[in-house]
């Protein structure tokens, strides 16, 4: 059988820094765009191009590929060039107070009506009008007195009003000499004083019907001068709002109400005393207060569409608020108290959230959904606020016309898909970010241009092409791909900055691959220390890892850990115990629930591969358990399922497998060799072990062939391999594999159905035969 043992040339992909066509990043012009990530770039032109509902877009992407940068670029550049949308702001309602109207509208009948009322004209006909009430109420009394002096009485004033007082020549008779008057004259005066007493109520009735005139003149007066003060500036307006119905007619309810309260007005300079009670100071506030605007949306310096980013989406942020007013324990609110929220900012724009932040407020979730569904947006307060006495504002939607874009990762999307009957109606569109790129030259270019870009950007000095050349290397290593770039672009960023600084620490002038390597390994080792002491753990011989002889029943496994910022590969030892009995193949971490339903279907896969391959002339009576040792907190994946096998069939054949070769990569029923994912780490960890123990040149590692265009290992395991001290195998079966770990053939069946007697699948299948007889024969025994 034939296995491919991989030169150095298949280890990793090779930046040259002679094809590039540059010296320095500083010769490279900046990147406009954003590379490797057209498909959703199209996406999300199309997104912002269409200006239907329900055509929101969803922003799908790990973090760190430019996701957030690149929606708020090209928002920015659409927004620029789109119209500026239109102020907004919420206004008294004079048939329904506690109902707001929402337009827009600037003020200033505050100041101009106080002052008609101070000018000249004014004060000459209100003068004209009291000096004819004067006048004639003069007159009157004048003639009053007249007919009274001539009837014998005289007129005196007094707090009970005007008196009458009858007179023997010039003088007023007192009460006493009164009553010493004949009887004649007596009942003479008193007739007499009927009639001037008559004359007397129907000259007061006069002089109040004058004063009712007067009064009404007045009142014309003022309401013509109001009217001429408020009719220009409203008509002005509505002239200008000629368009906006709601504006007009708001302004027709502000002319009526100014002139029906026209003296409100009129007091606005008497104020009242700061130490009065509450009711005096409510009594005396300023009445023209409804008449204000209360402006929420202003964009009076505002140039294209409003594109807001939400950072903290609660419910009030977004929607607005109404607030309270406390005065000695009654709490009030108006229409003034209305605040706006980002939503509104955004109105006629674009507005960006991220739903990690907004699935923290559900509540919010459920208002965007909302405000999408109904085109409108709508101030209230969802909580309850105690001691509100003055009844809760309910302020008019405003109608909504904006673009909502989310920012989330791709599980999050396919969630809200499945679960959220509104998500896939209201966000059609969804701009999807990959994790890498093509490694073609033109990308190539373009990372450099955006290496150049950065360092402008940042004031980073620039790379040369041995340091671009360097961080394309490392882009492909996170991409786990030769010919692929990753556009996590946070973590390349975070490596230009580390390199520059490295540079500048050695007085160096440009970054050059030395940097870029060293950045690289430093930010390894600040976090590799619990890589570190497992490795001493396996040194010591606390962890049991062998890496010489040969052992039956017994591989090394590879697989990978995660801990946050870095992720390492380890070997396992993994066994297999085989015996006559009918358990099948027993998984020990399933039995003891520490392992993951990917591992337990690979494990079930091994049964389906021994019974085709060699139960096809008799039941496999086979109880066998798997186990990976010193092992403590679970494990999943399948891609040690190749191993298992090999464990398995090394058990089964009672054929010793080599311990300095470790093993990755799953396999189907079939007996093919699947790929895997960490290749990288797992290899590099095995390096580790077998490097403390001093390299004898036999050591190895066994990989799914289809894993080696995942290949950029470090230069340490890439000078390894060169120097024949290491050695890396492609496996395509596991015919391949336990040839190479046996050094003895798999076997192939002959034309009679039989695998060669010298061969490994020949020993197994004799096992299993023994194996069945021996059930066989317990089956007879208990019959």
Known sequence: MYYKELAVEDLRNVCNPAVLSFSTTKELESLDGIIGQGRAAAAMEFGLAIKRTGYNIYVAGMTGTGRSSYTRSIINKIAQHEKTPEDWCYVYNFKTPDKPIAINLPKSLKVKIPKAFEGEEYEKQKNDIIQFYQDKSTQLMEDFNLFAKEKGFVIKKSEQGIMTIPMIGDKPIEEDAFLKLETEERKR????????????????????????????????????????????????????????????????????????????????????????????????????????????????????????????PKYHNLFGKIEYESNMGVVTTDFSKIKSGSIHAANGGYIIINMADLMHNPESWEGIKRAIKTNSITVENIYSIPGIVSGGMKPQPIPLNIKIVLIGSAQLYQMLYNYDEDFRKLFKIKADFDIDMSSADENIIKYAKFISSHCEKKELMHFDNTGVAAVVEYSRRLAEHKHKLSTRFNDIVEILIEADAWARIEGAETVTAFYVKKAIKEKYYRSNRIEEKLQEFIDTGV?????????????????????????????????????????????????????????????????????????????????????????????????????????????????????????????????????????????????????????????????????????????????????????????????EGIELLTDMPAGCKNEKGEYPEESIFYKVQKKLEKYARIMEDIEEQEE
């Not at 000629?242 to 026209?262: A, G, P, W």
């Not at 202003?298 to 569409?305: F, K, S």
């Not at 090394?556 to 009995?581: C, H, Q, W």
């Not at 391959?613 to 907190?633: G, H, I, N």
């Open 189 to 312: 005066i008193e007739e007499d004083s009927l009639i001037v007493q008559t004359r007397l109520l129907d000259s007061m009735k006069q002089i109040k019907e004058i004063e009712k005139s007067v009064r009404e003149k007045l009142e014309q007066l003022e309401g013509k001068i109001a009217l001429s003060t408020v009719e220009q500036p409203v008509m002005e307006l509505k002239d200008k709002y000629s368009l906006y119905k709601n504006v007009v007619e708001y302004l027709q309810s502000v002319q009526k109400d100014i002139i029906h309260n026209i003296e409100d007005f009129r007091e606005l300079s008497k104020t009242a005393d700061e130490g009065a009670l509450l009711p005096d100071r409510i009594a005396n506030r300023d009445h023209t207060k409804k008449y204000h605007i209360n402006l929420i949306v202003d964009r009076r310096d505002a140039v294209g569409a409003p594109v807001i980013f939400e950072a903290n």
């Open 543 to 735: 962890i049991l890892i062998s890496t010489e002889d040969r052992v039956i029943g017994q591989v090394n496994g590879l697989s990978v850990m995660e801990f946050g910022d870095i992720s390492f590969g380890k070997p396992s030892r993994i066994t297999a115990v085989t015996y006559a009995g009918e358990k099948g193949i027993v998984n020990i971490e399933r039995e003891v629930e520490m392992s993951g339903s990917i591992h337990d279907k690979g494990v079930l896969i091994l049964s389906g591969y021994l019974g085709e391959k060699f139960a096809q002339e008799f039941p496999m009576s086979l109880s066998a358990s798997v186990c990976f040792e010193q092992l403590y907190d679970g494990v999943e994946g399948d891609s040690a399922s190749s191993t298992e096998l090999y464990a398995l069939l090394s058990s089964l054949a009672e054929v010793p497998i080599k311990q300095n070769i470790a093993v990755t990569g799953s396999v189907n029923q079939k007996g093919e060799i699947q790929p895997i994912g960490g290749v990288n780490e797992k290899i590099e960890g095995f390096f580790q072990t077998c490097k403390a123990r001093g390299l004898k040149g036999n050591e190895g590692v066994m990989i799914p062939h289809q894993n080696v265009v995942n290949l950029m290992l470090n230069d340490e395991v890439v000078e390894a391999v060169r120097q024949g001290n290491f050695h890396i195998y492609a496996i395509k079966d596991v015919e």
